[in-house]
C-alpha cells in the first residue's frame, strides 16, 4: 500500500524542481539537503482518531512516512516510546508538568534507530548492497542493526577515540568498523572518498533524505501522547540536528493535517557541549550558518559534532519557535545523567543529562515557569556510557 | 479502578486458605511461592476485543494485574516488547515461522523489569520505604529503577565478580549495593540476615509473590501478538524460572477466560547454562525438586542460580508440555549471540544466545520441525554484556 509520499524538494529551498524518489538522492544541486514533501491535501482524509490500536511503534504514522507501491518498513520495532511523567524530578525543579521522552528504549539503546529505520527501508527498496555511515557512534549502531536485518552489508566510519561500547555494538551485527583520526566530519570525509567509487549508499544525515523522517515521528509521538496538545517547551539536545529539524516539520505536517492547533508551537531548546558549540554559538551571534567548531571535545559523543549540514535549518526552528540555545559543561551533564537516575529511575546518556541541565538554566533564568509543560528528550541510555560514572 | 485480583494462595497447593493481599505476604507457611489468584469467572466479561488501543506496556492487562482499590502502577514503560519475525534467522536454521521477543527494549534492558515494575507497585502500595533484593544483576537494576521512580530506597545483593556494568547501573539510580562473596542464592542469604531485623521488603523473586505477575505479561503478549494462537514452542533461558512458571499461569488464566484454546499449549523449553543446569538435571533425572548445583559458573549473569525456590514449578510447566530441558555451553551461547546479532540486527544477551543455541539441538534431534511456530526470548540486550566479545 502506498502512501502519501510524493517527492523530495530543497530544504532552502532553492528553487530546483521535485527530485525523483524511485531513484538514489542525495543532496540537492545546490549543495541543501533534500526534504521529503506528501500529497497533504489528500491526506487530510487521513484522521488522527485512526491511529488508535496501531502498532507500537513509529510506523503508526506510515501514511506519512517515505514509502512507496509496497514497501515494507525495515523495522525492529523503533519508536512509539514512553513519555514518562518526571513527577519526582519536576518537583525538585520546582515544576508541575515536566516529561521524559524516553528515547533509550529503542532499538540500539538511542533515538538513532528511528531515522535508521526509515533510512535503510528506503535504501533497501532502490536496490542498495553496501551501506555507508559516518557517525559518533550511536548512528552506526543503528546503521548496523537495520543492515544486518534488511541483510545488507555495513560500513561504519567513526573517531578512533569513541567508546568502546560503540564498536563492540557495530561488531555484534556484523559490521565492518573504520576507525578514524579525527571526529564524525573526518569520518564522513573518509567514507565518502572510500565508498563512492565503490558504490556505496551513504547515509550521512542529512545528505541522505529519509533519517529525518524517521527523526521527525518524535514530534507525533509527543503530540498524540499529550492529546493533540503540543507541550510549552521541547528540550533537545543537538548534535547533527536532525531530530530538531523533523520534529518542527512534524509540526507543519500535522498543522497541514488539522491535527494540531495552527498557530501554538513549542519553544525548541537546542542543546550542546561547552566543548562542541557551533550552532549555540551562530545562535548567539544572530548568524544564519554556523561556522565548524574547533577542537570539538565532550564525554558526550553524540554532541561531538563540529559541523551540522541542517545547521541553517537547526536556526531557522529555534529562532521561529522563540526558543533557546543553551551549552552545558561535560560536569554539569553527567549530575544530569545522575539526577534523571536517581529522581527518576531513568537510564540517560549524557546527553539526556545536558538537557536537563539546560532546563534548569532556564528555570533560574527565569524563561521557563512553574505551570509550564516541559518534555526533555533522553535521547539514549546510559549503558554506551558508564566510564563516565567510573570513580564518582 | 480494582481489577479482578481477589487473594494470594500456596502454589503447591498446600491446603492453607487463602493469604491477605492488603498485608505484606512473602512465602506460604508451608515455605512454597504464593501466587496470585484473581475471580476469573466475573473476568470473562473482559473481552481481548477491549485491548486496542490501549497502553503500549504490560499494564494493557491491567485488569488481571495485582492492584487494589485505586492503586497506581509505577511503570516506566515496560512490556509489550516487539515480537520480531525473525525470518533471515529462520532461513539459516529451516524455520519459515520462527520469532525472537525482544526483551532488551525494557527499561534497564531486560525483562526483569516487567516483574519489578509488579513488585514495587505493590510494595509501594503496602507502605515499604526499604527494598532489598538479591541479584545475579539484572533484577537489581531493575529494582533500583522502579524504586528511584517511586521514591523508595533501594539495596541490591549481587555477586562480587559480576560485570561492572551491573554494579554502575545500580549507582546511576541511586542504590545502595552490597557485593557478596558467593553466588546469588548467597546474596539472598545476606539479604535477608540484614534486612529483617530492619524491617526492609525483601524483592526476593518468587519468595515475594508479584513479581511473577509481571512476568507472565510475557505469555499474554505472545499470544495477543499471535493472534491469540500460541506457538508450537517457546525458547526460555532459565535462571530462577519465574517467566516460565508465569507464562504458564498466563496460559491457564487466558483459557479460563476463553481468550486462546483451552488444549493447545506450546512445548515449553527450558535453558540453562552446561555450568550451572540444575533444572536440567532434575528434569533428566525425573525429579520433582532439584537439588542445588555446585560450583555455578556461566558468563551468561542470568543463568547462575544454582538454587531456585520455584524450582518445582518450572518443571512441572515443562512436562505437563511435553517440552524439553537443554544445557547449553558458555561458546555456543556466545555464538548465539553473535547470530542473533548478524542475522537480525537484535542485541541479545548470552542467555538469548543460549535460547538460540537449544533450539539449533532440538532441530538437529528433529523434535523441532521446519513448519513449528517457535519464539525464542532474548531476555536482555548485549549491552551489560559486552566483555564477551573482547578479543572474538
Known amino acids: 500500500m502506498s502512501t502519501y509520499f510524493s517527492h523530495l524538494e530543497c530544504s532552502v529551498p532553492c528553487g530546483a524542481g521535485p527530485a525523483n524518489p524511485r531513484t538514489v538522492q542525495h543532496l540537492c544541486a545546490c549543495g541543501a539537503p533534500l526534504l521529503a514533501r506528501y500529497d497533504l491535501d489528500a491526506a487530510r482524509g487521513w484522521t488522527r482518531e485512526s491511529l488508535a490500536g496501531r502498532t507500537a511503534s513509529m510506523w503508526r504514522y506510515r501514511e506519512l512516512m517515505p514509502l512507496l507501491d509496497d514497501e515494507t518498513p525495515v523495522t525492529l520495532g523503533e519508536g512509539w516510546t514512553p513519555l514518562v511523567p518526571a513527577t519526582r524530578l ?3 525543579l520546582g515544576l508541575s508538568r515536566l516529561y521524559l521522552k524516553d528515547e533509550s528504549l529503542n532499538p540500539t539503546n538511542s533515538f ?3 531515522g535508521l529505520s526509515a533510512a535503510v527501508t528506503r535504501a533497501h ?3 542498495a548492497r553496501v551501506l555507508s555511515i559516518p557517525t559518533a557512534g550511536n548512528a552506526g549502531n543503528a546503521m548496523a542493526a537495520y543492515a544486518a536485518h534488511a541483510g545488507l552489508e555495513a560500513r561504519v566510519f567513526m573517531p578512533r577515540d569513541v567508546k568502546t561500547p560503540f564498536v563492540r ?3 555484534l551485527y556484523g559490521a565492518d568498523v573504520t576507525l578514524v583520526d579525527g571526529l564524525i566530519t573526518d569520518a564522513g570525509r573518509i567514507a565518502a572518498e572510500t565508498g563512492a567509487p565503490l558504490g556505496w549508499y551513504d ?3 542529512l545528505k541522505e533524505p529519509y533519517r529525518i523522517e524517521g527523526k521527525k515521528t518524535m514530534g507525533y509521538e509527543v503530540a498524540e501522547q499529550l492529546d493533540w496538545e503540543l507541550p510549552d517547551w521541547i528540550i533537545y539536545p543537538t548534535g547533527g540536528g536532525t531530530g530538531m529539524v523533523g520534529m518542527w516539520k512534524a509540526f507543519e505536517e500535522m498543522s497541514a493535517l488539522g491535527w494540531i492547533d495552527p498557530v501554538k508551537r513549542p519553544r525548541m531548546v537546542t542543546v550542546q557541549a561547552t566543548g562542541c558549540a557551533p550552532i549555540i554559538r551562530a545562535f548567539d551571534n544572530g548568524d544564519e550558518r554556523a561556522t565548524p567548531w574547533e577542537h570539538a571535545q ?3 559523543d553524540g554532541l ?10 537547526v536556526l531557522r526552528a529555534v529562532r521561529e519557535s522563540d526558543g533557546a540555545a543553551v551549552a552545558v559543561s561535560d560536569e554539569d551533564m553527567v549530575q544530569g545523567m545522575l539526577d534523571i537516575g536517581k529522581f527518576e529511575g531513568v537510564s540517560a546518556a549524557p546527553e539526556g543529562g545536558a538537557a536537563l541541565h539546560a532546563l534548569r538554566t532556564l528555570i533560574t533564568s527565569g524563561r521557563v515557569g512553574p505551570e509550564d509543560r516541559v518534555v526533555i528528550f533522553n535521547t539514549g541510555g546510559a549503558l554506551k556510557y558508564l ?4 570513580g564518582l
Do not use: H
Request: hydrophobic content about 45%; glycine content about 10%; charged content about 30%.
Open 90 to 92: 519536576g518537583a525538585a
Open 112 to 114: 538513532k534507530a528511528r
Open 125 to 127: 527498496y532502490l536496490g
Open 169 to 171: 555494538e557495530c561488531e
Open 203 to 205: 547515509l550521512s544525515t
Open 298 to 300: 565532550t564525554v558526550a
Open 304 to 313: 561531538r559534532v563540529p559541523r551540522a549540514i541542517g545547521d541553517f535549518l
Open 387 to 390: 566510564d563516565v560514572l567510573e
